[in-house]
């Protein structure tokens, strides 16, 4: 792994996610704004001055929600609220300015509301200003900084801070590597159930060694991450499961979180799917099965992937016929269309939610630190949201991928 990834290569680099959230969504719950709300009131209080309003309403135009999908309004209601001194209202701006939502590009601008939301002990500003730190994005790069804030959100009860002030332990960011402290904050992260400790927290202990303990140990932690819709926990653990059966639940609960989570555009399980129907593992034999997956896969993981199943996809052709591959080839090809984001999480629609609806994450793209709220898509039942691009902590020094020997390797 290179000193500093963005992109998203193995399962551990998901690890250093930084997220960069609009973080009224999951830190202030009030009540779903559903898609066929009665906005007239909404609107009415938030031109009458309503702070609280004026937050509904933003998050309405943000998603779409009530009213159609309109960036500039988003931010501009927000702006209103931000204006008003909510610290919630102030930390989205900032996120909108960060990443372009509605507003230009201005990083400076967006750590200048971060800071707002932040002096008034808004622990999702705290976050999100330590990953500006980290990154240098609008403010003078300063690691030891970023790690203060994070430890600060985390005495506050953020779970996100404690999972990132332990990547920061576990890479040697900002302070000395010391993977003690990186599983203190990652158990710390699990305890507030924060999703990415949970699933970082399963890495580490795979770290460890594959002895049936350790094994144990990161299933049962992934399965936590899994109940919050991470979908690289849904990819580790579906993988863990059917290469150690006598972990699992069920028959199956390998195979569902393997299918979940190449239903959420993660191309290495499509692959694993595409190898478990290829030589008959847990099943049947099913060329036609494997075919479809494994070109899903090369369409979902760009390049690399496509180097890695070339042969396979070669082999698996000549043994269908090529009007059978291809009519596989447009099934394959029009589910991509359909499920062109990589989403790194995928939430249900939470009740209880006014200031903004429940959303997902998807994997930045190469390079990128943030990115724009986009329209998202089901997996499994009722669930509902929208995404985020993010970008990855900066780290250094190397560790080996404990899920690096996969089936694709095989």
């Keep these: 792994m290179s000193p500093i990834s963005p992109s998203r290569v193995s399962i551990t680099e998901v690890l250093l996610t930084a997220i960069i959230v609009a973080s009224g969504a999951t830190l202030h719950a009030a009540a779903t704004i559903s898609a066929d709300a009665d906005i007239g009131p909404i609107r009415a209080g938030a031109e009458r001055?309503?702070?609280?309003?004026?937050?509904?309403?933003?998050?309405?135009?943000a998603t779409g929600h009530g009213v159609a999908m309109d960036k500039q309004l988003a931010a501009y209601w927000y702006g209103k609220a931000a204006g008003a001194g909510d610290p919630?209202?102030?930390?989205?701006?900032?996120y909108?300015?960060?990443?372009?939502?509605g507003v230009p590009v201005d990083l400076v601008r967006a750590v200048h509301w971060y800071q707002l939301a932040a002096a008034e002990g808004f622990t999702g500003a705290k976050v999100n200003l330590g990953v500006s730190y980290i990154w240098g994005l609008g403010v003078t790069k300063n690691e030891k900084m970023a790690a203060q804030l994070f430890r600060e959100a985390a005495s506050k009860g953020s779970g996100t801070g404690a999972c990132y002030l332990g990547d920061?332990?576990?890479?040697?960011?900002?302070?000395d590597q010391d993977k003690s402290a990186a599983e203190h904050w990652y158990l710390a992260g699990r305890k507030l159930h924060d999703p990415r400790a949970e699933f970082s927290?399963?890495?580490?202990?795979?770290?460890?060694?594959?002895?049936?303990r350790n094994l144990r140990k990161a299933a049962d932690s992934f399965r936590e991450s899994v109940r919050a819709g991470f979908v690289p926990a849904m990819h580790a653990l579906g993988k863990l499961l059917v290469e150690n059966p006598d972990l699992s639940n069920s028959p199956e609960e390998g195979m569902t979180l393997l299918t979940n989570s190449a239903n959420a555009g993660t191309w290495k399980s499509s692959a694993v799917l595409g190898i478990l129907a290829r030589d008959g593992k847990g099943r049947e034999v099913n060329y036609e099965a494997a075919y479809y997956q494994f070109k899903v896969a090369a369409l979902q993981g760009g390049e690399v992937a496509r180097k890695l199943l070339e042969s396979d996809l070669s082999a698996l052709s000549a043994k269908l016929g090529a009007e059978k591959a291809g009519s596989i080839d447009a099934q394959a090809e029009s589910w991509s269309r359909l499920h062109h984001p990589a989403l790194e999480f995928v939430t249900s629609a939470v009740k209880n939610e006014k200031r903004l609806p429940p959303f997902s994450?998807?994997?930045?793209?190469?390079?990128s630190h943030a990115g724009l709220l986009i329209p998202t898509r089901s997996v499994g039942a009722d669930q509902t949201g929208?995404?985020?691009?993010?970008?990855s902590l900066p780290n250094s020094g190397e560790r080996?991928?404990?899920?690096?020997?996969?089936?694709?390797?095989?």
Excluded: C, H, W
């Excluded at 909108?96 to 939502?101: E, L, S």
């Excluded at 994450?361 to 390079?367: F, I, Q």
């Excluded at 929208?386 to 970008?391: H, N």
């Design 361 to 367: 994450l998807a994997e930045p793209e190469d390079g």
């Design 88 to 94: 919630a209202a102030e930390n989205q701006i900032g």
């Design 201 to 212: 927290l399963g890495v580490l202990y795979l770290t460890n060694g594959k002895d049936a």
């Design 168 to 175: 920061m332990y576990y890479f040697g960011v900002g302070v």
């Design 400 to 410: 080996e991928d404990p899920l690096a020997k996969s089936l694709l390797e095989e």
């Design 49 to 61: 001055g309503s702070v609280e309003k004026e937050i509904e309403l933003g998050a309405a135009y």
């Design 96 to 101: 909108f300015y960060q990443v372009g939502f």
């Design 386 to 391: 929208q995404s985020i691009r993010i970008g």
